[in-house]
């Protein structure tokens, strides 16, 4: 499901409603719902939000794709999604987190936390992200949840330390044979190999949070 328009169509059948129906909880006109599957017009921001809580879905999700934004409900009727709260971390403390989480004296001088609704490891985090090296799947400003217990794969989007660097850096690795790279969505930025570096993966990013105005 590559376009917001085949994802849209998607999560509405699967939430089991028709376009009329659709539109009426979101209280648009029909025409509306029909133009935005066909991608004849784009959704407003107020739209994206009510849509995506009627289908189930995230606004993330419904806007960008990508496994790692999706958070579908399965059972409608399940009632709330439990939360989760993790630690908002600084860059440089993701990158000694593994340290920090076993000293009680540090771990408890967090002050920022953010609830999260995916099922995570024990010692998952925060980060907000910083600079435009992943946009536009991820924008800067965007909440990224991290779990260090889950391991890396090809094109997961990871939280990594290079060089024994203080701060962490946020890419998407890639596993070419025996050849790992940690790969910037955006174009304008290098792709780096991970040949004769030492690098150490924080955790991968298993939810995106994006704050709308």
Known sequence: MDTLQQRLAWARRKAGLNKSELARRVDVRPQSVIQWEAGRTGIAKRNILRVAEVLGVTPEWLQFGNNVLESVVENLASGPTPLTRVPLLSWEQAGRWDAIVHDRNASGNI?????????LGRTAFALRVVGDSMEPKIPEGAIIVVDPERGAANKSLVVACLDDEKEATFKQMIIDGGNKFLNPINPRYPVLSL???????????????????
């Open 195 to 213: 040949a004769g570096r030492h690098v150490k993966i924080c955790g991968v990013v298993r939810q995106v949070i994006i704050e709308f105005e």
């Open 111 to 119: 002050d920022n936390w953010i609830n999260t609704t995916r099922k």
